[in-house]
């Protein structure tokens, strides 16, 4: 079975810090690896995703991940924080093949910014 | 406008009360999800449903019922539900399954279940 570790619970950055948030993962075999932020009171957004390929991925917002099979990481980073980034980041992984298909999230992390 | 609706929004009942929670999406999807969110345990998924008539366990399904009779709902029932069961409940749309290029999630807003 799959599962996701996100091991920072929460985050502090000052406004235009670089941002890092961990992921690893488990799982067997090629991952489909996805990270989604959601904002107080809100549902969950796709920031970005990965599948294949280049191990470097871009999302929205100014957001990129990048894929480490060795090890088993899928961190999301950006270079330079805004203040309207503080909300919640969850990494997740897709996984099955078929009719058998789940997602696992991650525990999330919180992000705040400070001015 | 693309979405995922879910009703209600907010919702107290007792123990052993049956309800559903209804999710419905315009957008076509094939897949189609449940999940809880709980502090500290990130999302679960409850049931999914890879097509119509097509629904299969998630991580946390005890206490759970779903079904797909038609492409764009897919309700949430708990037939008697438990405190235990309080929660913020999330219902997600994507095109394709989890393991397929088309599997970009869109989340309703929530509904957030207190079972007292």
């Known amino acids: 079975a799959q599962s996701v570790t996100q091991p920072d619970i929460h985050i502090t950055v000052s406004e235009g810090a670089s941002l890092e948030l961990r992921c690893n993962y488990s799982?067997?075999?090629?991952?489909?690896l996805f990270w989604y932020v959601q904002s107080p009171g809100q549902g969950l957004q796709l920031l970005l995703k990965y599948f294949s390929g280049d191990t470097l991925v871009q999302g929205i917002k100014g957001f990129e991940a990048e894929f480490k099979r060795s090890q088993s990481s899928f961190n999301l980073r950006k270079p330079s924080v805004h203040w309207s980034d503080a909300a919640e980041y969850f990494c997740a992984v897709g996984a099955g093949s078929g009719g058998y298909q789940k997602v696992t999230f991650g525990t999330g992390t919180k992000l705040q910014v400070i001015p | 406008e693309a979405q995922v609706t879910q009703n209600p929004r907010y919702l107290i009942t007792v123990t052993g009360k049956k309800l559903t929670v209804t999710c419905s999406q315009n957008?076509?999807?094939?897949?189609m999800s449940w999940y809880r969110q709980d502090p500290g345990l990130g999302l679960r998924q409850i049931y999914y449903?890879?097509?119509?008539?097509?629904?299969d366990k998630g991580d946390v399904p005890e206490g759970y019922k779903v079904s797909r009779k038609e492409k764009r709902n897919f309700p949430l029932i708990l037939e008697s539900p438990s405190p235990n069961q309080t929660s913020l409940y999330f219902c997600?749309?994507?095109?394709?399954?989890?393991?397929?290029?088309?599997?970009?999630?869109?989340f309703g807003q929530g509904t957030r279940l207190t079972v007292v």
């Open positions: 799982y067997g075999a090629t991952p489909y």
């Open positions: 997600a749309s994507s095109l394709g399954p989890p393991t397929t290029r088309n599997t970009e999630a869109f």
């Open positions: 957008m076509n999807h094939e897949y």
């Open positions: 449903s890879m097509n119509v008539e097509v629904t």
